[in-house]
Structures are given as C-alpha cells and as structure tokens.
C-alpha cells in the first residue's frame, strides 16, 4: 500500500517540475511573437497576429471590374465592404483549386483600411522566439523579395496556448499542423506594392 502512494506522490510531481522546465525553456528562448500560419500554393507562410483581425469562411465575392489581377472582389463583413486580395497572385504564385479549406484573413495592417487576404488553409498559430527567426538576408541570400521578412525554423512547433489573442481559430475551422520552415510575411509590403 506504501509503495502505492509513494507511486502515486512520484508522478504527481513530476507533471508540475516538468512544467516548470518548459517555462525555464520559453525563457531562455527570448522574446516570444505569435504568427498566424497559412497555406499558400503548396508553402507555408505567416503573419503577425496582432495585425489580424479575424479569420472568415470563404464569402461570395462581387467581381470589381477593370481592379488589378490580385483584387478577388468585395464581400461585405457586418455591413461593412471589404477588398478581398489573393496573396496567392499578389506573391506570383501557382494558383490551385479553390477548396473548402480556404480561408479570407481579414488584416489592417497600416491602421487605414480592413483588408481581406484570400489563403489556401489556415494552419496555426506559431510563438516564435528571435532565436528561431533567420532574417531574410541571413536565411536566403542575395537579392530577396523586401515583403519577406525572415524564415522561421521552430525549435518545437508550439501553438499559442492563448490561440492568437482573441483571433478564434477553432470556429473557422483550423488545421494543426506543424512545419519545419515557415517564410515570415512583412504584409505592409505586400499589400503597399
């Protein structure tokens, strides 16, 4: 019977020192940012979640005539009208299907105007450390697009246990799903160009 709660004290205990190990952990690694992960053409991409405002199910989209290639159109978000952009021809990439798991990032990335940004699938949202962020001239070298604003190589993919202060993933859908290299978004260049 001793041997039994000693057993039992043992294990409660460990669950609580490890605990305090991955705190130790997240402190060594430096200050933390979260990024919001997505799936465009086959490569994973993110972006600051403080700059995203909400995560939309595919809208109908009204066709805006003589707009540039990228502009998907308009959808009306609570009564409010919004330019739906696909990241995927602003970027120049191949373009797919559309599919259920297509996702519109609603973003205001300069503080002027409410933006939605069409995704192939929303994945997660990573914290980041410094540490496991290569900036874009150490990463990739040379001559790089200037809306990259670095590669992250996640130590441990975690995701926020806060799920992206107030962004909600779980209503919308979201996929986890971890990637080894994730290409770091600057969207106030992408959508400024």
């Not at 540039?68 to 970027?91: E, F, H, K, N, Y």
Request: proline share 6%; charged share 20%; net charge positive.
């Amino acid at each position: 019977m001793a041997s039994n709660l000693a057993r039992r004290t043992t294990s409660a205990v460990l669950p609580a020192a490890a605990g305090t190990k991955r705190k130790k952990a997240q402190r060594d690694r430096g200050p933390i940012t979260e990024y919001l992960a997505f799936r465009l053409a086959g490569d994973v991409y993110a972006a600051p979640v403080s700059i995203i405002r909400e995560i939309l199910k595919l809208h109908p989209l009204t066709p805006v005539p003589r707009a540039p290639a990228s502009i998907m159109g308009i959808i009306s978000v609570r009564g409010q009208l919004v330019t739906v952009i696909d990241l995927r021809r602003r970027l120049r990439l191949s373009e797919g299907p559309v599919t259920s798991k297509a996702r519109i990032l609603l973003v205001d990335p300069m503080g002027v105007e409410l933006l939605g940004l069409y995704v192939d699938e929303v994945l997660q949202v990573y914290r980041l450390a410094d540490s496991e962020i290569e900036h874009t001239a150490t990463a990739l070298g040379g001559e790089v697009a200037s809306y990259i604003a670095g590669i992250a190589r996640p130590a441990q993919a975690q995701a926020s246990p806060q799920e992206g202060k107030g962004v909600a993933l779980k209503s919308v859908g979201v996929v986890r799903q971890n990637a080894s290299v994730i290409i770091l978004l600057d969207l106030k260049v992408v959508l400024s160009s």
